[in-house]
């Protein structure tokens, strides 16, 4: 007797398993936009993910630490152009050498890191062989960094949101770009109104580097009115157990100060943090990347 309840409890759970993995949503896609997250579809219940744009930057690192103190993983949608010099890029160098060791330590704890193109240029408004550059340059450059810890990329967010955010771009445009992207990445957007506006406007007293002389966070009523603001668009979205995409950009110093507390704040509403990775499998199944193919 005690063998058919084991095998019966045995074969309850492997039928729940196959449950939890099968694909709860078809991998259908249209010619004006590929496969992926866009504000308006599903997300589970009480979930936040974090995605952070821009970077890797100054304030990358002390970022990553606080994820990593928070036991919390997020997605870094990255340019890998020279952010000294964004109007004279020299594609030749490659910087991201200078923040090999986040890098690093981003995979190590498992962040995942998304193609935001090499020099944030909008896709729109590009030729295809120019899509092509944008989006292969900066892999090039992280696979040099990164060597044997380099991870396939198969998530993509496009500068601006463009073509995909509002609708001052063509139908010809959108399509033009889903061509490209189609069977090669998936498009991750964020979720409307869940845009941390950390790069809306620089408060005073915040700026790209920490020993710049306009780097006074301290004693900036500004900058902390500009936290303040960041925190509010987010938790008052982050009720009632609404799930979001956040849009943060780890090129900003408020959000790296904001970061912690909000961590701990959403928590104690009862929310837990994924990646886009694992939103991806819990849409469309743990083997949905087999379906792509980067550039």
Same mark, same amino acid.
Do not use: A, C, N, Q
């Given at each position: 007797m005690k063998y058919f309840v084991r095998l019966f409890t045995g074969l309850a759970l492997f039928n729940l398993t196959l449950l939890a993995y099968a694909h709860p949503f078809p991998l259908l896609q249209s010619t004006d936009r590929p $496969?992926?997250?866009?504000?308006?579809? &599903? $997300? %589970? %219940?009480?979930?936040?993910?974090l995605t952070f744009d821009d970077g890797p930057w100054e304030f990358t690192n002390e970022i990553v630490d606080i994820l990593h103190e928070e036991g919390v993983r997020a997605t870094f949608f990255m340019n890998s152009f020279d952010k000294d010099n964004p109007f004279h890029a020299d594609t030749g160098k490659n910087l991201m050498f200078r923040f090999q060791r986040v890098l690093k330590k981003m995979v190590k704890d498992g962040d995942v890191i998304g193609d935001h193109t090499y020099s944030h240029q909008d896709l729109a408004r590009l030729t295809p062989r120019q899509i092509t550059f944008q989006l292969t340059l900066l892999q090039k450059q992280l696979a040099e960094v990164l060597?044997?810890?380099? /991870? !396939? $990329?198969?998530?993509?967010? &496009? %500068?601006? =949101?463009?073509p995909w955010l509002g609708h001052w771009n063509t139908p010809a445009q959108r399509q033009k770009v889903t061509k490209m992207l189609e069977g090669h990445y998936i498009v991750i957007m964020w979720t409307l109104g869940w845009d941390s506006a950390d790069s809306i406007n620089w408060a /005073? +007293?915040?700026?790209?580097?920490?020993?710049?002389?306009?780097?006074?966070?301290? +004693?900036? %009523? +500004?900058? #902390?009115?500009?936290?303040?603001m960041e925190m509010n668009r987010i938790l008052t979205r982050a009720v009632d =157990?609404?799930? =979001? !995409?956040?849009?943060?950009?780890?090129?900003?110093?408020?959000?790296?100060?904001?970061?912690? #507390?909000?961590?701990?704040?959403?928590?104690s509403r009862g929310y837990h943090f994924a990646t886009m990775d694992d939103y991806c499998k819990w849409r469309w199944g743990p083997r949905v990347f087999q379906h792509f193919s980067p550039l």
């Open positions: $496969l992926g997250y866009y504000s308006g579809d &599903p $997300l %589970p %219940p009480k979930t936040i993910y060597g044997k810890d380099m /991870p !396939v $990329l198969h998530l993509m967010r &496009p %500068p601006y =949101g463009s /005073p +007293g915040e700026w790209f580097e920490s020993d710049s002389k306009r780097y006074h966070p301290s +004693g900036s %009523p +500004g900058y #902390k009115k500009k936290m303040e =157990g609404h799930s =979001g !995409v956040i849009l943060m950009h780890d090129t900003h110093p408020t959000s790296r100060d904001i970061l912690k #507390k909000m961590i701990e704040t959403l928590k």
